[in-house]
């Protein structure tokens, strides 16, 4: 099983950028579908994005399409999220989840999640 571990979080004025990394260890990292998803308080987490294993298919949620951007590196055993634009609803822990499978949008499709960062975006 992999484990997962995410940085890059910080607070940031709305339409900055930043930069999240969610490294793997302890399994075979291209074999892996990965995904980001975010929970701001008082509300349940959401999708954001995800990539195939095999890093041809992307999906994003409506909601950071144009704006946020995936990339995978196999050999670093790295997904990153690179995030532009920034509003202040983009508020909350992201946080980076795999699975062996497709890309889906539902949490319970995920078998390993990490522990978190999180984003602030002021106004």
């Known amino acids: 099983q992999v484990q997962l571990q995410e940085s890059g979080g910080g607070l940031v004025q709305a339409g900055g950028s930043l930069r999240l990394s969610c490294a793997g260890s302890g399994g075979t990292f291209r074999d892996y579908t990965m995904g980001w998803f975010r929970q701001a308080p008082g509300k349940e987490r959401e999708f954001v994005v995800g990539i195939c294993w095999e890093g041809g298919s992307i999906y994003y949620a409506d909601s950071v399409q144009g704006r946020f951007t995936i990339s995978k590196n196999n050999d670093e055993n790295t997904v990153y999220l690179k995030m532009d634009s920034l509003k202040p609803e983009d508020t909350a822990v992201y946080s980076c989840?795999?699975?062996?499978?497709?890309?889906?949008?539902?949490?319970?499709?995920?078998?390993?999640w990490g522990q978190g960062t999180q984003v602030t975006v002021s106004s």
């Open positions: 989840a795999d699975q062996t499978g497709g890309i889906q949008t539902v949490t319970i499709a995920w078998e390993s």
